[in-house]
């Protein structure tokens, strides 16, 4: 299938539209969410809260006997919320620090889940096939119910950040300020994390419990590079979110055998990898730029200082000096000095150079300055 056919099949074919709107649904709302958990610097909590949804998924099968989504989404959510509060209650009872906290209930939860999907594999109902595509996702099952699930929390999480946005900051930027306010941060707190959790566990069928986490962080880690703006910030992890769900599901339908999953994750990552170079604030690439200019105008700012020491021995500062003098300098360069004739601080005229009134002056604020920093 190539690009063009699938642009055609997105508004033709039930399945590959299906697939396309739950995955930019999914991505938004990751991405959305997820700037909260890279602002307060939790980006293990992605990974530890869908690692601890597996048991929930194998009990409510073993419980219930039977595959519906939503019944195991349901099961996913309440072990995922169980894992959540153990997590804070580790934290705010124990001397553990949060990051050990989310590595031991992740790697609880993930363990006795998979200790759980084993057993249902051994068992002799052959119903059981199909559970391990949480683990890795499975976006060929979404179906319209789960777009509308999808959309309705997407909805209900933005009415919510609207509603509660300047407390949402606050507690964000100032926890200390936000609770001698008198909100009730720990509300707050609960509110916020269980909307992750939510999120996260709609996405489980999607890209799986293993990839969630990236769907939650890659957007955010992307916005967090062009902006520092939390509304801004929030608004194009949404976007990036929902772009690699649609360009995840695009390469994934046109080229054969790609999963999905793995597929948006990877197009979320290459959003990450641009923002990290390309952003004019935190870009590595506009970092290196400046850099480089910083270190050109200082060298400038050094030879024309030092030719000032040079002029300002002479009453006429127009008096011309060989440019052999110069390379008494040490950070002197031919191309220096063209860029000082080219703004024109100096003028040359054969081997000899001089000040201008406005190379003088620029060197006079220059050495005087340096002086008074001394």
Not at 17 to 40: D, E
Not at 115 to 129: D, E, G, S, V, Y
Request: charged letters at 15%; glycine letters at 8%.
């Amino acid at each position: 299938m190539d690009f063009l056919e699938y642009i055609r099949l997105v508004f033709t074919d039930y399945t590959l539209r299906t697939i396309t709107l739950g995955t930019a649904i999914l991505g938004a709302v990751t991405g959305m969410l997820g700037s909260f958990a890279v602002l307060r610097k939790q980006s293990l909590l992605g990974d530890a809260i869908s690692h601890a949804a597996l048991p929930g998924i194998a009990i409510a099968f073993l419980i219930t006997g039977t595959k519906d989504s939503n019944v195991l989404l349901l099961g996913a959510l309440i072990s995922g919320l169980i894992g959540t509060f153990w997590i804070r209650g580790i934290i705010t009872k124990t001397h553990l620090k949060s990051d050990t906290a989310l590595g031991l209930i992740l790697s609880l939860f993930f363990g006795f889940g998979m200790l759980l999907l084993t057993f249902i594999q051994k068992q002799p109902n052959a119903n059981q096939a199909g559970l391990d595509k949480y683990l890795f996702g499975q976006a060929a099952t979404l179906l319209e119910s789960d777009v509308w699930m999808m959309a309705t929390v997407t909805g209900i999480c933005l009415i919510i950040l609207l509603l509660f946005w300047k407390e949402f900051k606050m507690l964000l930027f100032d926890a200390d300020f936000t609770k001698t306010l008198g909100f009730n941060t720990k509300a707050i707190d609960i509110l916020i994390t269980s909307f992750i959790v939510l999120a996260i566990v709609l996405g489980l069928q999607t890209v799986g419990v293993v990839l969630m986490s990236a769907m939650l962080l890659a957007p955010a880690a992307a916005a967090r590079q062009w902006t520092n703006s939390l509304g801004k910030m929030v608004f194009l992890a949404a976007i990036f979110g929902a772009l690699s769900g649609v360009f995840g599901t695009a390469v994934s339908a046109t080229q054969n055998n790609l999963s999905t999953g793995p597929v948006i994750v990877i197009i979320a990552s290459v959003f990450v990898l641009v923002s990290f170079v390309f952003s004019p604030s935190r870009g590595l690439l506009f970092k290196q730029i400046r850099f480089i200019k910083n270190r050109r105008d200082l060298k400038l700012n050094k030879t024309l200082a030092f030719m000032y020491g040079i002029a300002e021995t002479h009453e006429n500062i127009s008096h011309p000096h060989t440019v052999k003098i110069l390379n008494n300098f040490q950070g002197f360069t031919k191309g220096t000095l063209q860029k000082l004739v080219h703004k024109n601080y100096v003028t040359l005229e054969g081997n000899m150079w001089s000040l201008t009134k406005k190379g003088f002056q620029a060197a006079s604020n220059l050495y005087n300055q340096q002086n008074d920093d001394e």
